[in-house]
């Protein structure tokens, strides 16, 4: 899903800034908090939905909009409800939509209000063809091929997730805690972990100006040379949706709004909503497209061995601290270094020692628990 709460900051923050004075915009002082809501009605699995409220821009994040009933309807009169699953989250394992039928959103707020999204038609996604990657003289450039012989798509989004396993500079079998330096367990072995990361670019693409319905190598992410997600081996999970014209626009819009600014010469932002309203006050502006589609899935690898000379580096110096209580405390109590090795001369003379980012892969946000997929 993408995380419009993102896109929203972004143009929320890119209003305040000033060049040379402090300028405090009427929105930060304004009492005005605009509905966002996010999601794909997905037709045949799991489905969520995202609600929450804008907040001023002194103040960080987006509040979750809690207890609301939220539900799907079809022009068939079928109710579909959403569970609260937390922080503004609403879902259903399986909302089993019917392919070219129509349905919309609708939300009631603990305060009263009444929010209605337009009916949209539930398509069909074909699949993705493939996801390819280039590298050249900047990193990795990855991209997705896609095509419907149909022709009744046309218009076309992405998200992913990413996955990349990190390995430790040096192999550690030694911790220090409670005072002392000994052996790690199996269970305390943090040379080897993974990490996560989501997409936070508006992905689209469209085929409605070709005779075909066919993309070829759209862009998806870029990795930068030296990167350490490449430092060994890295999986994106590439989710793909089917548009409608009116939603497609809706993202371009967001897309140029949220990413295109940064001169007097770029464009300006324009007003971005979408296709649901408060039904109560129809004066207050929502923001987000609800739309609905299944969603095609595909997951590739990319390992180091594919990349000769990445060059990944880290500054890891390894620093031998003497086998005594206080050589160690100094070393080891103020988390300035890390053991991972004893030097032996029949006995323990000392230990090899480095900063513990090379030592521990958790101190750089990983976690040592192995994927499902890996």
């Not at 995202?50 to 002194?58: A, E, F, N, P, V």
């Not at 218009?155 to 996955?163: A, F, L, S």
């Amino acid at each position: 899903m993408i995380k419009c709460r993102y896109f929203i900051a972004c143009i929320l923050v890119a209003a305040g800034f000033s060049c040379k004075e402090t300028y405090e915009p009427d929105v930060i002082s304004s009492a005005s908090s605009y509905l966002v809501v996010e999601g794909v009605l997905n037709t045949g699995g799991p489905a969520s939905v995202s609600i929450s409220r804008t907040t001023k821009l002194d103040s960080t994040g987006f509040r979750g909009v809690l207890n609301a009933q939220v539900t799907v309807e079809g022009r068939d009169n079928s109710t579909r409800p959403l569970a609260q699953t937390g922080g503004g989250i609403y879902s259903s394992p399986n909302l089993n939509l019917v392919l070219n039928s129509e349905y919309r959103l609708r939300i009631r707020t603990t305060d009263g209000k009444e929010y209605l999204s337009e009916y949209v038609k539930a398509r069909s996604t074909p699949p993705i063809d493939s996801i390819g990657w280039k590298r050249n003289d900047e990193g990795v450039r990855l991209y997705v091929n896609t095509h419907d012989a149909s022709g009744n798509t046309r218009y076309y989004r992405w998200d992913y997730d990413e996955t990349w396993e990190i390995t430790s500079y040096y192999y550690s079998t030694y911790i220090y805690t409670g005072g002392i330096v000994r052996n790690r367990t199996p269970a305390e072995l943090v040379f080897q972990g993974w990490k996560y990361n989501y997409s936070k670019s508006i992905l689209l693409s469209s085929s409605a100006r070709l005779q075909s319905d066919i993309i070829a190598e759209a862009p998806v992410n870029f990795i930068a040379n030296h990167d350490e997600k490449l430092s060994v081996r890295y999986s994106i999970l590439l989710r793909q949706y089917a548009l409608d014209k009116k939603g497609y626009e809706f993202y371009e819009l967001m897309k140029r709004n949220t990413e295109s600014l940064g001169t007097i010469f770029d464009a300006q932002p324009s007003e971005t909503r979408g296709n649901i309203q408060c039904i109560t006050n129809p004066a207050e502006p929502v923001i987000g497209y609800v739309s609905a589609s299944s969603v095609a899935e595909k997951r590739i690898f990319i390992s180091n061995s594919e990349l000769p000379l990445w060059g990944f580096e880290q500054n890891c110096p390894s620093i031998e601290v003497a086998n005594n209580p206080a050589s160690i405390r100094d070393a080891y109590l103020s988390e300035y270094l890390s053991p991972y090795q004893a030097v032996f001369v029949g006995f323990i003379r000392g230990y090899l020692s480095s900063y513990p980012s090379c030592v521990d892969c958790t101190k750089r946000g990983a976690s040592v628990i192995r994927p499902s997929y890996w």
